[in-house]
């Protein structure tokens, strides 16, 4: 492909019919919008539409700034399986480039993909979450892609890799998030274990086999859920999240006065957060 | 003009010498050096030419011109005072240019503010702030001075509200947002101080997002920090917890604060040298100094973190959330050096980990509190966190290790208040340890050591229990009228007033303890917890002195909510019938029980007795009809465990008509159990087809083990009695048939975890283990069997098995360390003895061992000769060890005995015993002469 000058571009870019359109910002200051055809470490393949017709270009990535790219149709109400996957395949290309949403639309799809209890989406989910992992520019959403993977690895029956590394990420991590990510991680595989013992043991209670490691799984996931809460209370929903989580525990384990306590704490202590009206409703509900 | 320079300071030592410039020159160096920004130079060239040349009219002008200038010069060498003078004329000057008007303006309010004429100082930071033209961040600092002189008044209601209004107009512009950083700061200062704590908590909740503007941030969170303990102090957790979460650690305040410092010291430096700039300089050196000042107090503060996190930690304890609270706490001990707050706060992490009942945690952290604070000779809570250590291993069921620490807050600890309660704990753990001699001595040292203590009755009553627990019963009465004569309303006079008679029983005296019995039961009513032991014990001395009727009375009397005393005295009253032979009384009295107590596990024992009496009358036909009644009645009821022992009992009364009863007996089963099937009676229908099996074992077990095996498809595990599970699930596995026998272990173990039963589970995964060659999993299955079935039958089998995994794994060691240990143990009964006999031998054996092997083998047949089994195998494999040793004469001799024990004969190994010692018998050598001949003489 041929080069155009880029006066000529900017031709077309003043031109441009309104459409939302993918803006290159030049080191010059210049910005182009268009159609993002192409992207790799030497060039932009740009479609820039105009009043007469539409041309396609290469611009040399070394003059540009950054991409600023426009959301595509439906973004914004994305929230299904469906929506979000294909959502996810047309941005993934994008997922290293500064200033894509791509990473973000890739957690959201491997999350809706970890809800299911098929392996086949579990394997699918943890496969997106080792792509934003290593590939997503936006390194805020590396704690929790790390911590989607960790938790795809117990779905698919890792746990003990998986709370290994999630150990090992809490020891080593200096950055509060990773520590938060690692301990909701643990977290969750004690609280699955502590589910299925107790199914797998519906006399735990008489059981004095049984009775101690239940305890063991019972406290350790209460513990971790409350870290947050805890050690980082102003991570509003992170430690909401958390709160949340232990009053799951707390009802598994029949103790509705505690679980209501912690989705009370909820309410006072982090209103704002998704997870007020959860908490809300979880209290009418106990409270009846 | 004269007289301005009244202090001349400084700048007098620069002084030119009088004369030495003309009136032009030294205004051109003043000028000169005041353009350059070198303000002391500048300040004594004008001082010079005010002191040469101000008395002459001609330069009153000039001087006029001068003094703004002079003014800035003293304000940057820091003489303010001097120059308001200079200050208050210039402005007065109609053509003062604004921006030398509007730094000079600025300073007066500074000055009256330095001078603590705060109002003055309001009324010139008020007339800056009017003017619009000044510069917007001056104007901004005018308005936070303005504000800060309200709380230097002490108007702090007035000051909060004048920064509420004014921080929003900060906030809005990029400029103002350090100012609104410290009137942040003021306003939260001054809501503090009016006690306005709920709009103090808005502030630092609205501020937070913003934090990183604010530049007195250390203040900012000590406030905060401030905020936080007074809103815990009026009860106010939740508040205090949101307040104090928005507080950062230490390390990240000062990390932050450094950063801001050296930013703020770089642009000082750029700005420093223009003096037009001066109250910027000003500004910046005011937020310079505070923050320096800030961080230099802030790193002495050393525990900011602990009392941050304590408080923390108190809120959520202050809400009754223990868990919260110890592990804020847990955190915050692990990277502290030993303090005063480490060790309170250790001691209210043991006391949390208690309140929650994990007990491992807070034994734990008791140990980690005596190894940091133990040695501290002054420190008051050692024997608290001992005794609270020792509650700890009591509630593990650690009785020996509980009863030590209490003794240690005994001995280490003797003026201390816990040490009578813990020297009590001790002798209670005693008695729990069944060391009843110990007991006694330790409540007698509590009688001695503790008079009048609140638990010295307790002591007295428990000594004389711990004679009663000997069997001491003559000590014991003696112990009890003495307690109750030493007590008006004694504490335990009920319960020592029945132990008293309950001696009196057991030293069989039962004309005494039927008085007393009455006695007990007359003073102290029907609900006295041992009223209805009284009852069975009055009884039974009742019928012991042949007083039936009174005996039936007081068995009768016994309340049903009693079960257990209850159902005893009922099965004494038929005791009692049978014996005064009033058999259709007894049988009347026993189906009055299974009509009305159908539920009760003793169930079957009542079918038994209706069974009996009818048996006693020749009338067998009746004594079946009954079971096989309750049978039905009741045999499809799951919870009915004990149904099973009615089939168990039904043999017995079938043999009383002959052994080819049986037949008849096995037809009706299987006849119950079809019925049951077509009646979709699952339950009776298993049970019919186990109690198949168990009369087939008899004739024939693989037959037996396949019909049980094919029973267990009947099993609903959640429901069914553990004995039937257990018993399927060894005929499977008797039958290889693996996956249906760990299924069914697995879930006898799982819905029956407290079935005495277990423990065949643990037995059979282990077997099922060791066959599926998962040796771990195997000796972890046989070590639960051994911790839960000490005294079973099946422990040597269970030993063996483990044994031979251990040798595999070359742990022979191990192996013959268990196999002897059961030698050992007196509760093993001789059978399993002689198996450990027979496992030592095979372990030797396989050891290469044969010569010490013999031994073992021999043992066994000369011990243990009823376990004709074992003996069999220990002649036939004692053979077989001296053939390996070469001694073919002796084993011949071994082999021929067992083949001609006619005890033996029925045993394949007396086969093969005979088979090889005919093999062997032509092959020795003739006995020498020498060798035999002594012994035929002899």
């Known amino acids: 492909m041929k080069s155009l000058p880029l006066i000529l571009l900017f031709a077309f870019a003043i031109l441009g019919n309104g459409l939302a359109e993918d803006t290159v910002m030049m080191k010059d200051g210049n910005a182009l919008e268009g159609e993002i055809l192409g992207l790799n470490q030497e060039f932009v393949t740009l479609k820039i539409r105009g009043e007469i017709g539409s041309s396609t270009s290469r611009i040399a990535y070394k003059n540009v700034e950054y991409i600023e790219f426009s959301p595509l149709e439906g973004e914004d109400e994305a929230t299904d399986l469906e929506a979000l996957k294909a959502i996810w395949e047309e941005k993934q290309k994008y997922l290293s480039q500064p200033r894509s949403n791509a990473g973000d639309f890739g957690l959201a799809f491997a999350e809706k993909l970890l809800e299911s209890s098929n392996k086949f989406s579990q394997e699918r989910a943890k496969g997106i979450f080792e792509m934003v992992e290593a590939k997503d ?19 698919l029956g890792s746990i003990k890799e998986a709370m290994s590394e999630a150990r090992r990420m809490a020891e080593e991590a200096e950055d509060p998030r990773v520590l938060i990510e690692a301990n909701y991680v643990l977290a969750s595989a004690e609280f699955d274990q502590l589910k299925k013992l107790e199914e797998e043991n519906p006399r735990w209670e008489v059981d004095d086999e049984v009775r101690p490691i239940r305890n063991e799984h019972f406290n350790a996931a209460l513990d971790q859920f409350l870290f947050p809460y805890l050690f980082y209370g102003s991570e509003e929903e992170a430690s909401a999240r958390g709160l949340m989580a232990a009053a799951e525990v707390y009802q598994q384990a029949k103790d509705p006065t505690n679980a209501k306590l912690c989705a009370e704490d909820v309410v006072k202590l982090y209103p704002n957060t998704e997870h007020r009206k959860r908490a809300e409703e979880l209290i009418a509900k106990l409270s009846q | 003009m004269g007289g301005l320079f009244v202090t001349a300071g400084f700048a007098q030592s620069n002084l030119p010498a009088p004369g030495a410039f003309t009136s032009s020159e030294l205004l051109a160096k003043a000028r000169d050096a005041f353009r350059q920004g070198d303000f002391v130079t500048a300040e004594a060239y004008f001082e010079a030419f005010d002191r040469d040349y101000g008395a002459e009219p001609q330069v009153a002008d000039i001087i006029e011109q001068n003094k703004p200038l002079i003014a800035l010069c003293k304000i940057s060498n820091g003489k ?10 210039s402005i007065a000057q109609p053509r003062l240019p604004r921006d030398i008007l509007e730094e000079l303006t600025f300073w007066l309010g500074i000055h009256y503010m330095q001078t603590g004429e705060h109002r003055i100082a309001q009324e010139w930071f008020g007339k800056f702030y009017t003017q619009k033209d000044f510069s917007g961040s001056k104007r901004a600092e005018a308005l936070v001075m303005f504000g800060t002189c309200y709380v230097l008044q002490g108007y702090h209601r007035t000051a909060s509200e004048f920064f509420e209004a004014q921080i929003p107009k900060l906030q809005s512009s990029p400029a103002g947002k350090e100012f609104a950083g410290r009137a942040i700061v003021l306003r939260l200062h001054s809501l503090l101080q009016a006690e ?3 709009g103090a908590l808005r502030l630092v909740k609205d501020a937070y997002p913003h934090m990183g503007d604010i530049s007195q941030l250390v203040s900012f969170q000590t406030l905060s920090l401030q905020l936080g303990s007074k809103l815990m102090e009026a009860d106010r957790f939740h508040d205090a917890i949101a307040c104090l979460q928005r507080i950062w650690t230490r390390e990240r305040l000062l990390k932050h604060q450094k950063t801001r410092l050296t930013d703020l010291k770089l642009r000082r430096d750029v700005i420093g040298k223009d003096p037009r700039r001066q109250s910027a300089v000003f500004q910046l050196d005011g937020m310079i100094k505070r923050v320096e000042r800030e961080v230099v107090n802030f790193e002495n503060i050393k525990e900011f973190d602990a009392a941050l996190r304590f408080r923390l930690a108190m809120c959520f304890q202050g809400l009754e959330r223990y868990r919260e609270a110890a592990l804020i706490m847990e955190d915050m ?24 009942q994990r007990w491992p945690r807070a034994l734990k952290t008791a140990e980690d509190y005596l190894q940091t604070f133990g040695d501290d000779p002054n420190n008051k809570n050692l024997p608290k966190v001992f005794f609270m250590q020792a509650d700890a291993l009591a509630q593990l069921q650690q009785l020996d290790d509980a009863s030590f620490t209490y003794g240690q807050v005994v001995t280490l600890f003797p003026d201390s208040e816990l040490k009578p309660k813990a020297l009590f704990m001790q002798g209670f753990l005693n008695l729990q340890m069944d060391l009843n001699e110990t007991a006694v001595a330790v409540f007698d040292r509590f009688l001695a050591e503790h008079k009048g203590h609140p638990q010295e009755q307790d002591a007295y009553y428990w000594k004389g229990m711990a004679f009663s627990f000997a069997k001491e019963y003559g000590k014991t009465q003696e112990h009890m009228k003495a307690y109750l004569a030493a007590y008006e309303n004694a504490k335990y006079e009920s319960e020592a007033t029945f132990r008293i008679a309950y001696c009196t029983f057991c030293e069989a005296n039962y004309v005494a303890a039927i008085d007393e019995f009455r006695s007990y039961l007359e003073a102290f009513g029907p609900d006295e917890p041992n009223a209805d032991e009284a009852k069975l014990l009055l009884g039974d001395a009742l019928l012991g002195e042949g007083l039936a009727d009174e005996g039936i009375a007081a068995y009768k009397s016994i309340n049903p909510a009693s079960t257990r005393f209850f159902e005893d005295g009922w099965f004494k009253v038929g005791k009692a019938y049978k014996l005064l032979e009033e058999i259709e009384t007894m049988r009347a009295h026993y189906e009055d029980f299974l009509e009305k107590y159908p539920a009760s596990q003793r169930m079957p ?14 009338n067998l036909d009746q004594a079946k009809a009954v079971y096989w009644e309750t049978i039905r009645a009741h045999g499809d009821d799951p919870e009915l465990y004990s149904i099973s022992e009615l089939f168990d009992g039904l043999p017995k009364v079938y043999r009383r008509e ?21 009646d979709g009676k699952k339950t009776l229908e298993l049970r019919a087809a186990w109690a198949e099996s168990k009369l087939t074992r008899r004739e024939n077990e693989l037959l037996a083990n396949h019909q049980m095996t094919r029973a267990s498809e009947l099993i609903d595990p959640e429901i069914h009695n553990p004995q039937i599970i257990a018993d399927c699930a060894d005929a499977a596995l008797a039958t290889d048939s693996l996956t249906i026998a760990e299924k069914l272990y697995t879930d006898l173990r799982k819905w ?22 998962k040796n771990i999993e195997a000796i972890a299955q046989f070590e639960k069997f051994e911790k839960e079935a000490i005294s079973s039958i099946e422990l040597p089998d269970v030993i063996l098995a483990k044994a031979e995994i251990q040798v595999e794994e070359g742990l022979t060691g191990n192996a013959k360390k268990a196999l002897e240990g059961l030698l ?11 198996k450990a006999l027979l496992g030592l031998g095979d372990l030797l054996v396989t050891d290469k061992q044969d010569s010490k092997a013999v031994a073992y083998y021999e043992r066994l047949y000369v011990v243990y000769g009823r376990y004709r089994d074992l003996v069999a195998k220990a002649y036939l494999r004692r053979g077989q060890a001296l053939e390996r040793m070469d001694q073919p004469r002796e084993a011949f001799q071994v082999y021929r005995e067992l083949s001609q024990r006619e005890d033996l004969r029925d045993f394949p190994e007396a086969l093969t015993a005979e088979k090889r010692a005919n093999v062997l018998e032509p092959t020795l050598p003739p006995e020498a002469e020498e060798e035999i001949q002594p012994a035929k003489e002899a």
């Not at chain 2, 024992?605 to 020749?618: D, S």
């Open chain 2, 824 to 834: 050992e143990e007196k509760a093993v009964s001789s059978q399993n003895k002689a």
């Open chain 2, 605 to 618: 024992e009542a079918v038994y007795w209706i069974g009996w009496t009818y048996v006693a009358e020749e």
């Open chain 2, 333 to 356: 001990l692990q990277a502290m050096p030993p303090s005063p707050i480490v060790e309170s706060a250790s001691m209210a992490v043991i006391q949390c980990w208690m309140q929650l």
């Open chain 1, 137 to 155: 520019w936006n390194v805020e959403n590396h704690p929790r892609a790390k911590q989607g993977r960790l938790r795809s690895m117990i779905a």
């Open chain 2, 752 to 773: 029956h975890p407290n079935s005495y039963h277990k423990a065949r589970a643990y037995a059979g995964l282990g077997y099922i283990a060791k066959a599926q060659g």
């Open chain 2, 196 to 198: 306005n704590f709920d």
């Open chain 2, 658 to 678: 002959g052994p080819e009863a049986i037949a008849i007996l096995k037809r009706e089963i299987r006849e119950l159990q079809d019925q049951a099937r077509a």
């Open chain 2, 80 to 89: 303010l005072p001097e120059a308001v003078p200079f200050i208050e004329s």
